[in-house]
């Protein structure tokens, strides 16, 4: 059996979630820094989000912030937290038959392995250490966020601009209607337009 997948990269590795995890993708547009590095916020329908850094939460480095980064949000443990990724590499059907078992330093946020992508726990980064700094981040008004300091700092330009944000469209859409479990062949076919829009 296969299953969507979305496939990123931390630290210059290939990670990968399962579709039906992911809630949405965001550009990095409006994310600010707060006092801790393991934690951002952006705005998020209307409201203050949560980003989590996992590079700066397991090791002493921080994600680097470039225009391809992306802010990922998940659901797990009944919430809605948002998570930093280095790029978005796409979407990819995984056979589930091919699972194997992460290694052992990798278990404590890594489920299994398929092919080449570790399937990230996201769950293991909502723990006793990051749940108040989520819990804090949430209780912020959105205007702080919208009248931060900015992180991204390279831009496209317009035609790159363009592209990117259809490439986003065309990825949330697929997001969406995963979730919303639409019938697979008009969701086979999105992922068609969505791969010859990654090709542009």
């Known amino acids: 059996m296969k299953e969507k997948h979305i496939v990123y990269s931390w630290m210059g590795q290939l990670?990968?979630?399962p579709i039906n995890e992911v809630v949405e993708v965001?550009?990095?547009?409006?994310?600010?820094k707060t006092s801790r590095e393991e934690m951002k916020l952006t705005s998020w329908k209307k409201r203050t989000m949560p980003v989590l850094d996992p590079v700066s939460l397991l090791t002493i480095e921080e994600t680097p912030i470039?225009?391809?980064s992306k802010i990922v949000i998940i659901e797990a443990k009944n919430m809605k937290v948002g998570f930093l990724v280095e790029k978005i590499i796409g979407i990819e059907e995984l056979k589930l038959e091919d699972m194997k078992e992460p290694?052992?330093?990798e278990k404590r946020?890594?489920?299994?392995?398929?092919?080449?992508?570790?399937?990230?726990?996201?769950?293991h980064f909502i723990n006793a250490d990051t749940l108040p700094l989520i819990k804090?981040?949430?209780e912020i008004n959105v205007s702080v966020v919208?009248?931060?300091?900015?992180?991204l700092s390279q831009r496209w330009n317009e035609r790159e601009a363009m592209l990117e944000e259809l490439k986003l469209e065309s990825l949330n859409?697929?997001?969406?209607?995963?979730?919303?479990?639409?019938?697979?062949f008009y969701i086979d076919g999105m992922m068609k337009i969505h791969r010859m829009i990654e090709k542009m």
């Open 15 to 17: 990670f990968a979630s």
């Open 26 to 32: 965001l550009d990095l547009n409006q994310m600010v």
């Open 66 to 68: 470039t225009k391809q």
């Open 103 to 105: 290694n052992v330093s």
């Open 109 to 123: 946020f890594v489920k299994n392995i398929l092919g080449s992508y570790k399937i990230v726990d996201f769950g």
């Open 136 to 138: 804090k981040a949430l």
């Open 146 to 151: 919208l009248d931060g300091e900015e992180m």
């Open 173 to 184: 859409f697929l997001i969406e209607s995963n979730r919303r479990k639409i019938d697979d």
